[in-house]
Nanobody
Framework: QVQLVESGGGLVQAGGSLRLSCAASVRTVSRYTMGWLCQVPGKGREYVAAIRWSGDSAGYADSVRGRFTICTDSAKSTVYLQMNILKPEDAAVYYC????????????????WGQGTHVTVSA
């Protein structure tokens, strides 16, 4: 069983930055691909970014590429999402996810979810 605990959400003005953190409960999580998906009311969870614990093979949705960066700290079993140049349309609940399949993660089919953290972006 893997537990994922997110933190770092909040309110920010458009153009600002936030850093989300996701702490995993066990070190065996290293065999999973980690990622972030977001959800707004009335819509399903959408892929944002993913990465392997080794730090390579990072991927991004087109809407965030160049503005968001995903990275890992294996020593802390923590995944980060640095969000820069935030736009009002980035506002959502962001969920950390762990999946044995990177491809499945990108379509929201994951093995474990975090509880979600709210990101609000004011215009």
């Amino acid at each position: 069983q893997v537990q994922l605990v997110e933190s770092g959400g909040g309110l920010v003005q458009a153009g600002g930055s936030l850093r989300l953190s996701c702490a995993a409960s066990v070190r065996t999580v290293s065999r999973y691909t980690m990622g972030w998906l977001c959800q707004v009311p009335g819509k399903g969870r959408e892929y944002v970014a993913a990465i392997r614990w080794s730090g390579d093979s990072a991927g991004y949705a087109d809407s965030v590429r160049g503005r968001f960066t995903i990275c890992t700290d294996s020593a802390k079993s923590t995944v980060y999402l640095q969000m820069n140049i935030l736009k009002p349309e980035d506002a959502a609940v962001y969920y950390c996810a762990a999946s044995l399949s990177a491809r499945m993660l990108t379509i929201g089919r994951v093995d474990y979810w975090g509880q979600g953290t709210h990101v609000t972006v004011s215009a």
